[in-house]
């Protein structure tokens, strides 16, 4: 692509030496964007310049400040509050470990003769989780709460500027509107 480039650069170029040696062809090339352009000439007044594009005149007028009515339609809104909540004592249920136990008890036995005897036996209660009712003061304080409110739709009067053609001492009655801050 790059060596197509230059052979393309080389023979334009060649070109435009031939031109302006013989002085029989005149080689231009034109750029423009937006409202400038640059042109490269070569041959018979050939050289570089720059100019601008005539820009339009602007239409004679003025602007004005018209009020208008625009409506907003009703919405729910998220209002925020600080709410302050008293002390309250709360029953909180929580789980405490129990470690493993061991105990005595005296059992009363019968040997086979028929005699009764009593017999000192070791129980062992393994370690276990229990569930243990507290009762807990929650002190006061304040909270923050959020709610939906309705808003209710409604009017509003906005003033906007608007272009007006023609003559701006004219007085064609363009309604409630002030010229010029008058």
């Not at 060596?3 to 080689?27: K, P, Y």
């Not at 352009?37 to 310049?49: A, F, H, L, P, Q």
């Amino acid at each position: 692509m790059k060596a197509l480039l230059t052979a393309f650069a080389g023979i334009l170029m060649i070109g435009a030496v031939g031109a302006s040696d013989l002085n029989a062809q005149r080689v231009s090339v034109r750029i423009a964007k937006g409202n400038q352009s640059v042109e490269v000439n070569s041959g018979r007044g050939g050289g570089r310049t720059e100019r601008e594009q005539p820009r339009p005149e602007p239409q004679a007028g003025h602007y004005i400040t018209v009020k208008k009515k625009v409506w907003h339609p009703g919405y729910y809104d998220t209002v925020s509050e600080r709410v302050f909540v008293p002390a309250t004592t709360r029953t909180v249920i929580e789980r405490v470990y129990v470690p493993a136990e061991t105990y005595t008890v005296r059992e009363r036995r019968v040997d086979s003769c028929g005699h009764v005897f009593f017999v000192n036996v070791c129980k062992t209660i393994p370690a276990h989780y229990k569930n243990v009712e507290k009762c807990v003061v929650v002190p006061a304080h304040y909270e923050i709460c959020e709610r939906q409110v309705w808003v209710e739709g409604h009017y509003d009067i906005v003033e906007e500027r608007v272009w007006v053609k023609g003559d701006p001492d004219c007085d064609h009655g363009h309604g409630t509107v002030s010229h010029r801050g008058r």
